[in-house]
């Protein structure tokens, strides 16, 4: 788990009406915990950290679960698993320690999400980052929707 304050899922949680009008989908972002470095039996550590972007100007919007799976796709934590709601514009992140090598270098998240009609879909990306010294290296990587 990530030594950051963690966010407080529960004062996010929200309940919409199965009656609402809402269009659904999964995401699935790839993330790397580590990383190859000079040969397959030697691995770098990253801190990953994992946006999810409400990119709408006026509606919120609502992630149903966030978990988290290592790279044989095993589930290794669920950070929340009852929905969230982000706001117009704002940005929600998880942020995986240096530290917690779990999800190895083919670690991902599904997120399931609703949304109102004509809306755009969330937007999920993973940063990842290192220094040691005077070196540095930092990609990204975005999610995309799944069926």
């Known amino acids: 788990m990530s030594s ?10 929200v309940d919409y009406n199965s009656k ?12 790397y915990s580590e990383i190859y470095s000079l ?3 030697k691995t770098h ?3 990953a950290t994992v946006s999810m972007r409400n990119i709408n100007l006026k509606d919120s919007i ?11 796709g095993v589930l290794i934590r669920t ?20 530290e917690d090598q779990a999800g190895g270098t083919g670690a991902n998240f599904i997120f399931n999400w609703k949304i ?12 990842m ?12 990587t975005r999610g995309i929707k799944i069926k």
């Open 116 to 127: 109102p009609h004509g809306l755009n879909a969330p937007l999920f990306e993973g940063i």
């Open 62 to 72: 609502f992630i149903s679960n966030a978990e988290y799976y290592n790279s044989e």
């Open 20 to 31: 609402d009008s809402l269009a659904s989908g999964t995401s699935y972002p790839s993330i």
């Open 4 to 13: 950051i304050d963690p966010v407080n899922w529960s004062s996010r949680m």
């Open 45 to 47: 550590d990253l801190t």
């Open 129 to 140: 980052i290192s220094t040691s010294g005077q070196q540095g290296l930092s990609f990204t």
């Open 39 to 41: 040969t397959e039996h």
């Open 79 to 98: 950070y929340f698993d009852h929905p969230i709601y982000i706001a117009p514009l704002e940005t929600v992140e998880i942020v995986i320690d240096e």
